[in-house]
């Protein structure tokens, strides 16, 4: 199911948060591909074409989503793909806190976990330049 | 977070630096003290520069950037307090000497008001000069290094709470997702059987987020050295037996044939009771969890004199991937998650381990077989013995004999 006709890569060693994300973005309209690390994700990436992707920070490296990101941006068939960073770093601690806008990061958006779904498929609409709508259901 | 890593580069860039010959500027309207002063600084090995007005000294102070400064107190135009305060406006870390003709209490308790590390009144010969710049480059040295060490213990407690926050809040943030979209989902036979098994998996995330929080209760014991305190001359025997006890039906039922070889006699070390008990619990439960359907755990402890015991703990399982294995003492660690593996790391059990009593061995045949579970081998100490050798690996030569290990594979 591809309404949207986009696709989007999740890339996060949490089996569980992937698995809930997934059918509340494919209930948007969206193809969902999922990867378990950094380097799993850019050879995906790099077979799919994704949209967009959905970066966690804090997988099997301490720092694997930004040197991930890192590649992507060396990666000249995906250095314009969006990517949101998702991840529960330093949230709870303000002083830890990763300013979204950091510019180092080179990322899109940043979104702390546990998501805020509408939120987060709200901003991935108008980011790839679909109409906002209000998520519908997952089932 | 890049401020911190940026103050922690200069630090190190600093130390780099501190291995060069150090550079010193003199500052004297005295062109014959000047002279001397660098002529006897050279023959030193410093780098030196001198100048005989205020204002150009410190204007090579911030072009060159010396570690000391020796200037002269009275001098026309800008004089040695004024160029006190403007080093360490510019580098606080400068260390300033003063030289004067007119040395008495006052002039000196005032110049190290303002900074300066210490006074050499004039006239002077060559080595009190030398002494006084040598203390003072020593005083820099240890300065610089006590700043590198207090940046570090943030650093690393900084990496803490990010650690234990993420670690808090990974399985948090999995089950609050799945509670949200569980919110959303209709109902229809499909969702049902989604429905199930999202709950069986929060309820497991939340039952890995307590034993996390136990884990770190214990480590946070160890850390603060409440094990250390508690600790008493415990026998080994009798708790590994319990332990392969209590294990028992949990091995026969994954098929895993447990071997036990313990001495008739008791096996006495100095150590912290209950935590050794958790430090061959989670190396023996380890053994049966990771290890291969039908596959062996052998349980040896071996009094190896001098009132040591050496334990070990062999398996037959998949053993721990060559890419972490140098990971395994650090603080926080836990192995992830492997592709298709069900069951989380427990890398804590390390360093607690650590704190507890044994010496660690490094596992013997890592390199050649990678794909099975090495022997865990580590020494007990007798009381005399503790805590001198702490944080030591043991030797290899201090290794049960090679043919102990036959038995294991």
Redesign the interface.
């Known amino acids: 199911m591809n309404p949207s006709g986009k696709t989007i890569l999740i890339i996060d060693d949490d089996a569980d948060f992937a698995e809930a994300l997934a059918p509340a973005l494919e209930a948007a309209g969206f193809r969902v591909l999922r990867a378990r690390d950094g380097h799993q994700g850019l050879k995906l990436a790099k077979l799919e074409a994704p949209d967009l992707v959905l970066m966690d920070i804090i997988m099997s490296e301490r720092t694997e989503g930004f040197f991930a990101i890192q590649e992507f941006r060396r990666t000249p068939s995906l250095a314009a793909t969006p990517i949101f960073v998702l991840s529960s770093l330093y949230d709870a601690v303000a002083d830890f806190r990763v300013a979204p806008e950091a510019a180092w990061l080179a990322h899109d958006a940043f979104f702390s976990k546990p998501v805020d779904l509408d939120k987060l498929i709200q901003t991935i609409r108008e980011r790839l330049g679909l109409n906002a709508a209000v998520r519908e259901g997952t089932g | 977070?890049?401020q911190r890593e940026r103050e922690q580069a200069a630090v190190d860039c600093q130390a780099g630096a501190e291995q060069a010959p150090a550079k010193i500027i003199v500052i004297d309207d005295d062109s014959a003290i000047c002279l001397a002063c660098r002529k006897i600084l050279l023959k030193e090995g410093y780098q030196v520069q001198a100048y005989e007005d205020g204002l150009r000294g410190l204007e090579a102070i911030t072009a060159w950037k010396p570690e000391l400064v020796v200037v002269d107190l009275k001098m026309p135009g800008i004089g040695g307090m004024e160029v006190i305060s403007r080093v360490h406006e510019f580098d606080p870390q400068i260390v300033i000497v003063v030289i004067t003709g007119y040395a008495t209490i006052d002039t000196a308790v005032q110049a190290m008001k303002c900074g300066a590390y210490d006074f050499l009144p004039k006239p002077f010969a060559p080595d009190p000069l030398r002494l006084i710049v040598r203390r003072g480059l020593e005083h820099r040295r240890l300065v610089i290094e006590s700043r590198r060490h207090e940046m570090e213990r943030e650093l690393i407690k900084?990496r803490f709470?990010?650690f234990i926050?993420?670690q808090l809040?990974?399985p948090?943030?999995?089950?609050?997702?799945?509670l949200?979209?569980l919110r959303?989902?209709?109902?229809?036979p499909e969702?049902a059987a989604?429905r199930r098994e999202?709950l069986e998996?929060c309820v497991k995330?939340i039952a890995e987020l307590e034993e996390l929080i136990r884990d770190w209760l214990t480590l946070a014991k160890a850390e603060e050295r409440v094990l250390v305190a508690q600790r008493c001359p415990v026998d080994l025997r009798p708790i590994l037996e319990g332990i392969l006890n209590s294990y028992e039906q949990m091995a026969a039922a994954e098929g895993i044939r447990l071997e036990a070889r313990l001495p008739e006699q008791a096996c006495l070390v100095w150590g912290n009771r209950h935590c050794l008990h958790v430090l061959f619990d989670n190396l023996i439960v380890n053994a049966i969890k990771y290890n291969r359907p039908g596959g062996r755990l052998s349980v040896s402890a071996q009094p190896l004199g001098d009132g040591q015991v050496a334990v070990a703990v062999s398996d037959t399982g998949v053993g721990i991937p060559e890419k972490y294995r140098r990971f395994l003492f650090e603080e926080f660690f836990r192995i992830?998650?492997e592709?298709g593996e069900a069951k989380p790391g427990r890398g804590w059990v390390w360093r607690s381990a650590a704190r507890s009593s044994p010496k660690w061995a490094a596992p013997s045949r890592w390199k050649a077989r990678s794909a099975w579970g090495p022997p865990f081998t580590c020494a007990c100490w007798p009381r005399r013995r503790w805590p001198r050798a702490a944080g030591r690996i043991w030797s290899r030569r201090h290794e049960p004999k090679r043919e102990d290990d036959s038995h294991y594979r």
């Open positions: 977070m890049q900084r709470v990010s926050s993420h809040q990974s948090l943030a999995a089950v609050h997702q799945y949200d979209v959303h989902l209709e109902d229809s969702t989604k999202w998996r995330r992830p998650r592709e």
